[in-house]
């Protein structure tokens, strides 16, 4: 990371970067998206005491985080542009 172009403020030099790497951040977010959609539907067959009903929660629990951060990036992004 440079900087050079933003007049060193660290927190301007992250958002340039991130933004920079837009596409990979839509990939990203495109694909934990689809595999939360995925994951959501084992919420409501697993049995509540079993092992999969576990594994589900914590996969949902995760997913749903790396997509809200991905898409904080990209709204970050998009609203920076504006």
Do not use: H
Request: proline content about 5%; glycine content about 8%; charged content about 15%.
């Amino acid at each position: 990371m440079s900087e050079e172009g933003s007049g060193g403020d660290p927190w301007k030099v992250l958002v340039e970067e991130l933004c920079a790497r837009r596409p990979y951040f839509l990939g990203l977010f495109a694909f934990s998206t689809v595999f939360l959609l995925l994951q959501i539907p084992y919420l409501f067959v697993a049995d509540p005491d079993s092992t999969l009903y576990v594994l589900a929660t914590l996969n949902v629990l995760g997913t749903t985080a790396f997509t809200l951060g991905f898409g904080s990036i990209l709204w970050l992004c998009a609203r920076r542009t504006i």
